[in-house]
């Protein structure tokens, strides 16, 4: 039922700042209960959590990311996007959008994701 899809440029330069947006349709992004994170996977590696955005709007970030990653939302339009700004080519990556329920500690916690969006960073 409830679908998230991410959009936003596949192909960033060096020092710039990468935004993408997640939409979500089949349900609110402010129903209780839920957080909407974003989730990334850079080649041969495994997941790395990001952040999370509440459905109150309050914001937490991976310790490693936090000075360069921003989550907000657009309750209006019913998406959330992410800013990493002073991008390298170490955050190439597949970018995820998900929702997870419960402490979100475990990724069976995540249990609607986005298809992924391939972003490549390079000069």
């Known amino acids: 039922q409830v679908q998230l899809q991410e959009s936003g440029p596949g192909l960033a330069k060096p020092s710039q700042t990468l935004s993408l947006t997640c939409t979500v349709s089949g349900g609110s992004i402010t129903t209780s209960y839920y957080g909407w994170s974003w989730i990334r996977q850079p080649p041969g590696k495994g997941l790395e959590w990001m952040g999370v955005?509440?459905?109150?709007?309050?914001?937490y970030y991976s310790p490693s990311l936090k000075s360069r990653t921003s989550i907000s939302r657009d309750t209006s339009k019913n998406q959330f996007s992410l800013q990493l700004s002073s991008v390298t080519p170490e955050d190439t990556a597949v970018y995820y959008c998900?929702?997870?329920?419960?402490?979100?500690?475990?990724?069976?916690?995540?249990?609607?994701w986005g298809q992924g969006t391939q972003v490549t960073v390079s000069s």
């Open positions: 998900a929702r997870v329920y419960g402490s979100g500690y475990y990724y069976a916690e995540y249990d609607y």
């Open positions: 955005i509440s459905t109150a709007g309050s914001t």
